[in-house]
Structure formats: structure tokens, C-alpha cells
């Protein structure tokens, strides 16, 4: 991590600091760097092409999956320049870019404010890139099985990567500021944040946690925070979650203030964590 982010890596060094550079509008599109790192599906799609008969075609495909439309149509506007299209799923919503110009657009976004770190979306991103850049090179039949094999190679490889987690390129986290870290992190806690309040004993317990397989993620949002420790679990996804209520109280003011949610409910659950809190402190005996 780089000494910006380092020398705000405990929670109360960060409250209150309000942006003084002009360039700040520009690292908030970090967000949605964030949000793709942790709500985005990278496809190859392969289907049957009748003329000439059995041949195929490949479309590449980059979709973020949420419960939140109006949070999706944001990401439509600032990311696919409106060219994505939003689906009902069970529960959710996919905002889809299919096809070599739209997911252009998309990788054109994240060339400006690329996805910090997480060897996973990294990874995901850089296979999308050969698959759109192959095809974009080799148009027509002439090398039609060719291109299944190179198309074929890089969907297993997508496979293994959401399956199994193994990747071709490990990265770290170059030199960046801690403002960059905030707005992707706020992006990522909207996908994969959770926070609330659970049982413990005849109690309940605040929680404020991330879980999600990119392993790299969910330690810079706790190097962050600057609090609690890493699990991993038996289904391969990387835990972190913090129940001590000052510290959460602090993570809500970053996330709530300083880098703000956009999902809607998450930032409903989080107000609520932080006022549930709040009341509880001031009604402590001192």
C-alpha cells in the first residue's frame, strides 16, 4: 500500500478531511471502479451461426449484477454512455454491454480509472480485452477454427477464474492516494458490504463486514479501516468484519460522509447501524 493510503490506515486520522483538490470529482469515478470489482461478470458468448451452417459466433459481455435499478442506471450514464441495457433477474437487476462497441466503452472507463487492485477482476478485465481485441482483428470465416480455440482458451480461463479463483497475474497495489482508495472501496461495499446487527449470546451484536473471493479487496478495505483481521472460509470466499461499535462508528462516517454509498439500501442499513449506535452511547452511563 502506498504511504498515502498508509498514513491514513486508522479511521480517526481520515474523519473530517474534506477534499481540497480540484481533481476530486475525478477520483469519485473510482466508485464505479470499485462497483464493477465487485458486481461484474466478464464473458465470452459463444452461439451457433446458421450461415455458413455450423459455424459459431463470439460476442464479449460485461455485466454488474444489483438489487438497486436506480444505482444501475447511474452506472449506465457514467460508465456505457446509456448504452447498456437493464434486465429484471430474480431478485435484482443485470446491466448488461454486449457486443465489441459497448464493451469498448466499458473498457475505455476503466483505462481512466482503472480497478486498483484484486488479481480476480484484474484478471477478468485483461481476458476481455484479448477476446474483444482478437475479434475485433480477425473478422469473417477464413480462420474460423482458429478463432474457436483462441475464443475457447480464454472462456476456460474465465471459467477457472469464477470456479476456482486462479489467475495468470498477481498484482499489488502500486502508489496511490487515499482519496482513489475511498471511493473504490465505498464502489466495492455497495456490491459486497454488509452491516447490521446480529445475535450473540442474549445480545445483539453491530456488525460492519465485506466478503468476496478477491482476496487483495477485502484486505485494502481493512487495511483501511485500520482495524480486525482476514478470514478465509471453507467456500473459498475472504472474510473481514468488525463488531466493535467505535470502530464501526467510524466506518460509518467514512462510508456515509467521506466516501459515500450510492446503493440506497446499503446506505439505509449503514444510517441505521450508525444512529442505533449513537443512541446506545449517549444513553451509556459515562
Same mark, same amino acid.
Given at each position: 500500500?502506498?504511504?498515502?493510503?498508509?498514513?491514513?490506515?486508522?479511521?480517526?486520522?481520515?474523519? &473530517?478531511?474534506?477534499?481540497?483538490?480540484?481533481?476530486?470529482?475525478?477520483?469519485?469515478?473510482?466508485?464505479?471502479?470499485?462497483?464493477? $470489482?465487485?458486481?461484474?461478470?466478464?464473458?465470452?458468448?459463444?452461439? $451457433?451461426?446458421?450461415?455458413? %451452417?455450423?459455424?459459431?459466433?463470439? $460476442?464479449? /459481455?460485461?455485466?454488474?449484477?444489483?438489487?438497486? *435499478?436506480?444505482?444501475?442506471?447511474?452506472?449506465?450514464? %457514467? %460508465?456505457?454512455?446509456?448504452? &447498456?441495457?437493464?434486465?429484471?433477474?430474480?431478485?435484482?437487476?443485470?446491466?448488461?454491454?454486449?457486443?465489441?462497441?459497448?464493451?469498448?466503452?466499458?473498457?475505455?472507463?476503466?483505462?481512466?480509472?482503472?480497478?486498483?487492485?484484486?488479481?480476480?477482476?484484474?484478471?477478468?478485465?485483461?481476458?476481455?480485452?484479448?477476446? @474483444?481485441?482478437?475479434?475485433?482483428?480477425?473478422? &469473417?470465416?477464413?480462420?474460423?477454427?482458429?478463432?474457436?480455440?483462441?475464443?475457447?482458451?480464454?472462456? *476456460?480461463?474465465?471459467?477457472?477464474?469464477?470456479?476456482?479463483?486462479?489467475?495468470?497475474?498477481?498484482?499489488?497495489?502500486? /502508489?496511490?492516494?487515499?482519496?482513489? %482508495?475511498?471511493?473504490? @472501496?465505498?464502489?466495492?461495499?455497495?456490491?459486497?458490504?454488509?452491516?447490521?446487527?446480529?445475535?450473540?449470546?442474549?445480545?445483539?451484536?453491530?456488525?460492519?463486514?465485506?466478503?468476496?473471493?478477491?482476496?487483495?479487496?477485502?484486505? @485494502?478495505?481493512? /487495511?483501511?479501516?485500520?482495524? &480486525?483481521?482476514?478470514? *478465509?472460509? *471453507? /467456500?473459498?470466499?475472504?472474510?473481514?468484519?468488525?463488531?466493535?461499535?467505535?470502530?464501526?462508528?467510524?466506518?460509518?462516517?467514512?462510508?456515509?460522509?467521506?466516501?459515500?454509498?450510492?446503493?440506497?439500501?446499503?446506505?439505509?442499513? @449503514?444510517?441505521?447501524?450508525?444512529?442505533?449506535?449513537?443512541?446506545?452511547?449517549?444513553?451509556?452511563?459515562?
Amino acid at each position: 500500500m502506498s504511504k498515502n493510503v498508509s498514513s491514513g490506515s486508522g479511521p480517526d486520522l481520515i474523519l &473530517g478531511q474534506k477534499p481540497d483538490n480540484p481533481q476530486e470529482t475525478l477520483k469519485e469515478k473510482f466508485y464505479y471502479s470499485g462497483f464493477f $470489482a465487485a458486481e461484474m461478470t466478464c464473458s465470452v458468448i459463444k452461439a $451457433a451461426n446458421y450461415n455458413p %451452417v455450423g459455424h459459431y459466433y463470439f $460476442a464479449v /459481455d460485461i455485466t454488474v449484477t444489483n438489487a438497486d *435499478k436506480a444505482l444501475l442506471q447511474r452506472v449506465n450514464e %457514467v %460508465v456505457m454512455n446509456k448504452r &447498456g441495457i437493464i434486465s429484471p433477474v430474480k431478485g435484482a437487476y443485470n446491466l448488461s454491454a454486449r457486443g465489441k462497441d459497448r464493451v469498448q466503452i466499458v473498457l475505455n472507463f476503466l483505462n481512466r480509472y482503472p480497478i486498483i487492485i484484486g488479481d480476480l477482476a484484474k484478471n477478468r478485465i485483461i481476458l476481455l480485452r484479448q477476446a @474483444l481485441a482478437y475479434l475485433k482483428e480477425h473478422r &469473417g470465416s477464413s480462420e474460423h477454427q482458429v478463432k474457436i480455440e483462441v475464443m475457447e482458451r480464454i472462456r *476456460k480461463k474465465l471459467r477457472t477464474i469464477k470456479e476456482i479463483g486462479i489467475v495468470d497475474i498477481s498484482y499489488t497495489l502500486k /502508489d496511490t492516494n487515499q482519496d482513489t %482508495v475511498g471511493y473504490f @472501496l465505498s464502489g466495492v461495499l455497495d456490491g459486497e458490504g454488509s452491516f447490521g446487527f446480529k445475535t450473540s449470546g442474549s445480545n445483539k451484536e453491530p456488525y460492519f463486514a465485506i466478503a468476496m473471493k478477491d482476496q487483495k479487496i477485502v484486505e @485494502l478495505c481493512r /487495511d483501511f479501516i485500520g482495524h &480486525g483481521s482476514v478470514r *478465509k472460509r *471453507k /467456500d473459498g470466499v475472504y472474510h473481514y468484519e468488525i463488531n466493535r461499535s467505535k470502530i464501526i462508528l467510524n466506518a460509518c462516517e467514512i462510508f456515509l460522509v467521506r466516501y459515500p454509498l450510492k446503493h440506497r439500501r446499503q446506505s439505509e442499513r @449503514l444510517q441505521a447501524v450508525q444512529r442505533i449506535l449513537n443512541d446506545h452511547t449517549l444513553r451509556s452511563p459515562r
